[in-house]
Structure formats: structure tokens, C-alpha cells
DNA sequence: GCTCATATGATTGAATATCGGACAAAAAGA
DNA sequence: TCTTTTTGTCCGATATTCAATCATATGAGC
């Protein structure tokens, strides 16, 4: 049961924690079979640690099958809020989408991904590929992943390379350590990241780091679309320079 | 220890959701022992339980003080992309928000509160009040509130009402059963609610349910603003139809 | 409608994880 | 420096956990 973890871990906790996860993926409602399951935990524990969500109204069942409710944005309200992401990051995203009539996101690091925290839909009400707050993306195939990867603290960096077992997405993807790392020191040299046709087939994504006065990290904020909006040398310029007067305006509050 | 609770409540999962959503505050940063205070738990147990939330990178410490991290969003996105919100609510609301020159906010009910589940911010980046996603309002002192009481199942509305204290926020509010019973049948009447003076002196809401064809109750959309702005009685004809019809298009994929 | 397969609910008791008081160590204030 | 407060550790008592079991409900296939 307990097979290197410290003393200082609740089991309970982690299980329930387990639980409550497994709703992060694309089932909606899960009956409790289902969810022990996909948790690989004992149904009797599932079962009691359901009820307990159920009990906390983090979740609602109908028909036996349980769906997570909006009580979990009550927590994430904290974090949010806590960072000022609703109260002025949002609104500036938004101010600056509407002047380059691009969708930006703003993204942080978690754990060894970037995480979507805030998100100016653009003007047409379409693509946004199903990207939202909360979703996230990998590190070494994406603009705003490697906006963060190339300004991370050195150690972490190292770290974060090691880990990453570089996946591939398209025929395109980097996945040489030597190639990636070369590619972070150019979008450290010149402070935009660029990526072509790595993640997605015929999808660029341009991003530039969120720092602290102090250089620390705090994220990255960045534009995604088809490749041929971003052909255009000027034009590119143009979104480059909105980008980088956001991330210095965000950099100012959070 | 267990005054009433079933046995089928498991009480360290409790004790570990209380600590999580003791952030949810405006304390960004906390040591242990405040934790155990804001949580009233034992400090050993509080110890063990934030331990294992960091262990779960959920919180991250510095100096001893802990502090969430972007990871709940991946939960909240859970909830947030089953429900289509940042793929399509989303830029719905952007959408009218953007011709109406208000900022728009989508709420569902979340036991005996409103709560922000989408948000589009207006032209101006003023205000906004510091609501954001996860924000939650009173129900009867609020147009997203009433719009939402008005058009519950009726056996919620007795419940909701019968719990309600009828907190008093301003020298407006409806306090009186009656008098936010009456109000409740003219919401639903002419199907919107309107709400002057009642959260916040100065402080006009107005806001539409978003009901399934069937009726069902899914949450209200909804526009807050200073008084003046809700007085020419054209301009507050033309919001309303906005709002309609931002309600009937989030109804038709929620 | 009937049968089989599977999901769910309830109960049990042995195993064990959690609790929380007490004490020690370390910071923080005075 | 000396308090005062916070934090870390230990351990016996206790409450919780969870595998195994059976009973019931639900659904699929025939």
C-alpha cells in the first residue's frame, strides 16, 4: 500500500484527490464502477469517497451516475483571483485581442505543462481548437511551451528536459534534445518562440515569456493559428510587438 | 467526532477538501498553523493533509507559507470543457458582449449561491467589480440571482427561499418573503429580472435565464453596471434582446 | 418475458492509517 | 538574551479503511 511514500502523505487523500482528477478527462458523468475503474481504486473505497464528494456538492448524480458541479470553480476562483487573472489579466488579453483580432492565451508552468489560465477568444467564433482554461499543452512542441522552457530558471530547465520524453505529434515535432535546446537558446536570444507545424499539423503558434522585473518566471502569453496568418513578415512583427507590450503589462500585476 | 455524519463520509477526504478550500479566500499565502486556525483542524492533521496536497503540486510553499498553483485548473477545466464554456459559451458571450459594448457573465447555481462560470469582459477595462469565474453572488439581491430563483423547479425555489436569511446588503434590498416572492412572479412574467440598488448602492443588474427547450434551468446571463447606464428605456429594450438571445444560443449546446 | 452478466448497495471484521496529545526543535519577536 | 509562537516528530488509542461476501438492481441478449 505504501511503497516509498513518506509517513506525511494521507493515503485517504490522495485517493479522494484521485477521484475528484479523474473528472479532468472527457467523461462527463461516470457512474461509480466506472470511476474505480479508471482510478484503479477499490470500489467499496470509491464508492464512500464519491458519496463524500457527492456529500461536499463537488459532485451530482443523476441516475447513478455522477458529473462533476461548477462548486470546483469556487477553488479555482481562489487561484485565480489571487492572481488578479479575472479582475485584469482577462481584460488586458482582451484589450490586445481585439486590437490584433487574434484569440491570446495566457499559459503557466504546471508541473512539466503549460497550463491555460486565461484566454481572449478571438474574433471569429471559431477554431479555439477546444482549448480553454485549465487544458494543457506540452512543453517542447509549442510556442507557449517553449516561451516557458527557454526563460525557466537553468536547473529547472535541465530538469524539465530530462524529464520530457519529447512525444511526437507530427512528422514535424522536435523531439532531439540537441535541436530543442538549440531552439531555446534562439527564443531566449531574440524573446519570441516560434513553432511551425509541431503540434498540429498546418498550426503555428507564437509566444513570448511573462517576466517578473526581477527575470523570474511567471509565464507565457502567445497566439495560435493557421500558418498562413502568420507568413506575413510585417504582420508577424506587428502581433510580436502586442505580444510583448501584454506580457510587460501583466508582468506589472500578478 | 461524527455528530450526524453517515458512515459513508469519509472524514480525512473531508478534513483534506476544508484545507483546499480554505485558499479559496483572499489569503493567498498561508503557513501551517493558520491553516489550522482557518480550518479548525488539528495542527498534525492540517500538517499532513497540506503535505500531501503539495506532494499532489496543488500547493507549492515558499518560506513556509503555502499557496495554490495552476493545477486545480485542471480540474475546473473538467467542469469547464464538459460543459463547452471556454469552447463555445465563451465566445458567445464575447460575441454580444462585443455589440453591446458590456461586459456579460454567465452564472449557474451552485447550492445557495450564483455562481461565475463565464465571463467576457466589456470594452472598458474598469470595473468588473473583481467578479471572476468562481465568484459567487446571493441569490435574491442580484438579477443573476433572481433570474436563476424565478425560474428554478419550484420545490428548489421553496428550499432555496426557506433557507435563504435574506442577507440585507443595502438599504435596498429585499429582505421580505413576500415582497421577493412577488418580485420572483414578475421576473417570471416578463421573463428577465432587474435589480437596482439592492448588492451595491449605484448598481444596476439586469439579466435572462438560460432554460433548455424543455424548460430546465441551466444558469442566467446577465450584465451589471452603474445606474445611469440601465435608464434610457430603448437602450435597456435592445440589452435585453441581447441577452435573450445570448441565452437561447449558450441553451442549445450546454 | 426470461436468463445471464454486470453494476450497485450493504455488512462484516481484521488490518492499519489517522488522530491528536506531548514533547522537542526551530523561528520569530521583544 | 529570553519569551512566545510556530513547526516537526513520536506513539498509543481509536476510528477508518477496505477485501470478501452476499443481496439486490439494472441492463443486454435471446
Redesign the pocket.
Known amino acids: 500500500?505504501?511503497d516509498f511514500n513518506e509517513?506525511?502523505?494521507?493515503?485517504?487523500?490522495?485517493?479522494g484527490m484521485k477521484v475528484l482528477e479523474c473528472f479532468s478527462g472527457i467523461d462527463r458523468a461516470m457512474?461509480?464502477?466506472?470511476i474505480?475503474?479508471k482510478t484503479d481504486?477499490?470500489?467499496?473505497?470509491t464508492?464512500?469517497?464519491v458519496l463524500t464528494l457527492e456529500h461536499l456538492k463537488y459532485l451530482e448524480s443523476t441516475?447513478?451516475?455522477y458529473s462533476l458541479t461548477p462548486r470546483i470553480l469556487r477553488v479555482a476562483g481562489g487561484f485565480l483571483q489571487g492572481h488578479d487573472i479575472g479582475k485584469h489579466v482577462t481584460p488586458i488579453l482582451k484589450s490586445f485581442s481585439d486590437k490584433i483580432k487574434e484569440s491570446i492565451s495566457f499559459v503557466m508552468l504546471d508541473e512539466d505543462r503549460a497550463i491555460y489560465v486565461a484566454h481572449s477568444p478571438g474574433d471569429q467564433r471559431l477554431i479555439t481548437q477546444g482549448f480553454t482554461i485549465g487544458s494543457t499543452l506540452p512543453l517542447h512542441a509549442t510556442g507557449l511551451g517553449r516561451a516557458i522552457l527557454a526563460f525557466c530558471p537553468e536547473d529547472r530547465q535541465k530538469e524539465l528536459l530530462k524529464k520530457s520524453p519529447c512525444a511526437s505529434y507530427t512528422n514535424n515535432t522536435t523531439v532531439d534534445p540537441e535541436k530543442l535546446k538549440s531552439d531555446l537558446t534562439l527564443t531566449r536570444a531574440r524573446s519570441y518562440a516560434l513553432v511551425i507545424n509541431e503540434f498540429e499539423e498546418g498550426v503555428t503558434s507564437l509566444a513570448v515569456p511573462v517576466l517578473h522585473q526581477d527575470g523570474e518566471l511567471i509565464g507565457a502569453v502567445g497566439i495560435v493559428g493557421p500558418n498562413p496568418r502568420f507568413q506575413d513578415e510585417k504582420k508577424r512583427q506587428e502581433r510580436l510587438n502586442v505580444l510583448h507590450e501584454c506580457a510587460e503589462e501583466i508582468a506589472m500585476l500578478v
Chains 1, 2 share one sequence.
Open positions: 500500500m505504501n509517513k506525511d502523505i494521507s493515503m485517504t487523500f490522495l485517493k457512474s461509480i464502477s466506472e474505480a475503474k481504486l477499490n470500489r467499496t473505497v464508492r464512500r469517497l441516475d447513478r451516475r
